[in-house]
Nanobody
Framework: QVQLVESGGGLVQAGGSLRLSCAAS????????MGWYRQAPGKQRELVAA????????SYADSVKGRFTVSRDYAKNTVYLQMNSLKPADTAVYYC??????????WGQGTQVTVSS
């Protein structure tokens, strides 16, 4: 089992920045990648950014490229999502995800990000 604890959400004005953190504990040795998803009201959950456990590979949704950066602190088993130039369209609940080598995924509890115009 892997437990994920997220932090860092909040209310920010458009153009501002936030950094989300996701600390993993438990059987982290079984993980292949970690990432962030988001879900806005009335919309499907979508992948925002992902990073391999080694940190050597990252991927981003087109809508956040150039504005968001995903990174990993291996020693702390923590993944970060630095969000800059935030837009009202970025308003959503952000979920941390950890994917096992066999494809099974774990989810955090979610953290609200609200961007005001």
């Amino acid at each position: 089992q892997v437990q994920l604890v997220e932090s860092g959400g909040g209310l920010v004005q458009a153009g501002g920045s936030l950094r989300l953190s996701c600390a993993a504990s438990g059987s982290v040795f079984s993980l292949a990648a970690m990432g962030w998803y988001r879900q806005a009201p009335g919309k499907q959950r979508e992948l925002v950014a992902a990073i391999s456990i080694s940190g050597s590979s990252t991927s981003y949704a087109d809508s956040v490229k150039g504005r968001f950066t995903v990174s990993r602190d291996y020693a702390k088993n923590t993944v970060y999502l630095q969000m800059n130039s935030l837009k009202p369209a970025d308003t959503a609940v952000y979920y941390c995800n950890a994917g096992r080598i066999d494809g099974y995924g774990y989810w955090g509890q979610g953290t609200q990000v609200t961007v005001s115009s």
